[in-house]
């Protein structure tokens, strides 16, 4: 009798562990499916050049003073990602041949700058852009090592197509394409195709970037077809960003035009048209759109898909550099445009620059 009692508690016993065990795994897996991963992205980024002269440098040569009340939001993020105009290089001559330097536009920041990308939280970089290679195969050489040293992920150049990395359990995926030469090519989609499809196979989120379209303060829309600047092909970047999130993308955020465009989502994912200029001190134009721009906070689930967002407004004044901007006027320009080129948006943008679901 005393044995069937034993019997009859260890299996009462038993299945009240298993069920709790199954109640517990009913509550974790809940909470991994849904897990909040944030991710920023900035567009262009030049510190500051010593070419051709010394005087294009920040204040105090503190290129941290230019990020300004930037820099801890930057950091705020999961994920932090930019667009490096430019290679680091403290000597050196340029690959370009420029006449006139006082028109001709090549950067070469100092090595020492390197680090402040890594203090503001920045996890991975553009190196697809018509400045990467201004300064040849030793800028390049050494800007990646740099960035090698300081952890801090890159892609889009031929040497690097693309970069896989870990962080807080989660495997991220980047890539990165341009019209330029030693850049991976935004015109070639097919080819690009293949990096996402096998990046998404590999990866749980995916974020490409891409240097495209026209510039300067005329090419403010999404015209939805190739755009040309000075004789180069720029791509259509419409039919890319969305033939690369068919793929398996999961964020697209673009750069080039120098001016912010429109953002949208597309089959749950993000999509962000341009950037413009963030943080691009000395020879940038920077008057009127060309001076402000997004700091764009996303918050995606842990497969990349679009939960909500918001657009940080900032502005670029000099010597000071890039700061928030509380009159705002970015997030009007970006409303306006989205308004204008995505008329049917699944998404709406709040005064203040909330991205949410309509």
Not at 27 to 56: A, C, E, K, Q, Y
Not at 232 to 240: A, C, P, Y
Not at 273 to 287: D, P
Request: hydrophobic share 40%; aromatic share 10%.
């Amino acid at each position: 009798m005393k044995r069937k009692l034993r019997l009859s508690l260890v299996i009462i016993i038993s299945l009240n562990l298993f069920n709790g065990l199954v109640a517990w795994s009913a509550v974790t897996d809940s909470v991994f499916v849904n897990r909040v991963v944030s991710i920023i992205g900035v567009g262009d980024i030049m510190l500051g050049s010593t070419f051709p002269g010394p005087g294009i440098l920040p204040p105090h040569d503190n290129p941290l003073l230019i990020l300004g009340d930037l820099v801890d939001t930057l950091a705020s993020a999961d994920i932090t990602f930019g667009n490096l105009e430019g290679s680091f290089l403290d000597h050196g001559e340029p690959a370009k041949k420029c006449k006139d330097t006082t028109i001709c536009y090549l950067f070469r920041m100092p090595e020492r700058y390197a680090n402040a990308l890594a203090v503001a939280g920045f996890d991975m970089l553009s190196l697809a852009n018509n400045h990467f290679g201004d300064f040849g195969n030793p800028a390049r050489i050494r800007t990646m090592k740099l960035l090698d040293s300081l952890d801090i992920k890159y892609a889009g150049i031929i040497e690097k197509p693309y970069s896989i990395f870990e962080k807080d359990s989660l495997i991220y995926g980047f890539c990165a394409f341009a019209p330029n030469a030693g850049t991976v090519n935004i015109n070639k989609i097919a080819e690009a195709e293949s990096i996402v499809r096998f990046l998404d196979d590999t990866c749980d989120i995916v974020v490409v970037s891409f240097h495209g379209g026209a510039e300067g303060a005329d090419f403010q829309r999404v015209p939805k077809k190739e755009e040309f600047h000075l004789g180069e092909n720029r791509g259509d970047v419409f039919k890319f960003s969305h033939r690369m999130i068919d793929a398996g993308a999961d964020v697209v955020f673009g750069h080039g035009p120098h001016v912010t465009r429109a953002v949208e989502v597309y089959k749950e994912r993000f999509i962000a048209y341009s950037l413009g200029n963030f943080c691009t001190f000395g020879r940038f134009n920077i008057t009127g759109p060309n001076g402000i721009a997004p700091l764009i906070k996303l918050n995606v689930d842990e497969k990349g898909k679009f939960l909500s967002g918001t657009v940080i407004p900032v502005f670029q004044t000099r010597p000071e550099g890039v700061r928030t901007d509380p009159a705002k006027r970015v997030i009007r320009k970006i409303i306006e445009l989205t308004n204008l080129d995505f008329p049917d948006s699944l998404i709406t943008i709040s005064d203040e620059g909330e991205i949410k679901y309509k």
